[in-house]
């Protein structure tokens, strides 16, 4: 009976080491976050998989959803920004189709540029006449010109804390 006893305390202790060994290395992967090299990518960009899962358009650097709303007169909306599966998008006011969108961006977009990356300020009508000015970095638009700013000099000092060149992610 004494040796059953210790043959399952030995096995308790054996389940509960691996228990927090897997605990632990799971806790480390877990906090070690996207790889530097692709934080660039990852933070402001929507990824190709993502793309193909659904029906996009490129148009001067804006992608594009089919979105028909007859109140607005508009086919499309533009992405503003993504999280996982779910995208958050801004119709276009009077834009029927890609050309249009094109004439559209060229006529209104702004650019700026820091440390290498293009920001683009673009006004977006509203339904009723009222608008919203949007600064976009990639696939992300921002509120401000200052948070579109901010949000690049985090990803580049975060990436090169951790070793990984931004300008060559660029």
Known sequence: ????????RLIIFTGLLCLFSFAFSEAGELSTGPPAETLLRDTFYLSHADKLEREVFEVEGFTL?????????????????????????HI?????SVDEARKFFQKNVKPYEIHGIYIRELFLQGKKGEGIKLYW??????????????????????????????????
Do not use: C, Y
């Open 65 to 89: 959803v089919p979105h028909p709303a007859s109140d607005w007169n508009s086919s499309f909306s533009v992405v503003t920004g993504f999280r996982g599966n779910v995208l958050t998008t």
């Open 137 to 170: 970095v990639g696939n992300r638009a921002f509120r401000s010109l200052d948070d579109a700013k901010k949000s690049v000099l985090v990803v580049k000092k975060t990436m090169e804390q951790q070793g990984a060149s931004f300008e060559e992610a660029i």
């Open 1 to 8: 009976m004494r040796g059953f006893m210790r043959l399952v």
């Open 92 to 96: 276009l006011k009077d834009v029927n």
